[in-house]
């Protein structure tokens, strides 16, 4: 990797949180989906590593305070000049399990870590679900890269 790396710390939330009277839940229930866009906006190529550090993997709490998580997996692209890819709840299941899923899933949060060797355009579209009403909502955050 360049001299310079630009790192983005890109927050995601996806699969389904049901409810449990009983036990504590980290989000409310609903169905949650996370799709992260990563744009190569220079006129050269960028080299791109990412890491998944799941707090919540699949339902299991795994990053609560006082415990931490460290990646789980990674996963390494050239993208060229100006273009753009994206990643969503269904790659970042198949990075943490090594296949698709295979339907829907049991609630996963984290961060996917992007280390690029030059400046991206990198946005997170959020979109979550009441599980009883259907009401959907969706969020579009710009994140900006960190100089490391």
Request: charge should be negative.
């Amino acid at each position: 990797m360049a001299n310079s790396v630009y790192t983005y710390s890109v927050k995601f939330v996806c699969g389904i949180q049901k409810d449990d009277p009983e036990g504590c839940l980290t989000v409310r229930p609903g169905a949650y989906a996370t799709e992260i866009n990563i744009h190569n906006f220079k006129d050269s190529e960028a080299v791109i590593e990412k890491f998944v550090l799941p707090v919540v993997i699949f339902g299991d709490v795994a990053g609560r305070e006082p415990k931490f998580v460290e990646p789980r997996a990674k996963d390494r692209i050239v993208l060229p000049p100006n273009t753009a890819t994206m990643d969503d709840c269904c790659r970042i299941s198949e990075l943490l399990l090594g296949h698709p899923p295979l339907g829907p899933s049991p609630l996963t949060i984290g961060f996917l870590v992007i280390v690029s060797s030059q400046e991206l355009n990198v946005a997170a579209v959020y979109t979550a679900s009441d599980l009883r009403s259907g009401s959907i909502s969706i969020d579009v955050e710009q994140v900006v890269g960190k100089l490391k």
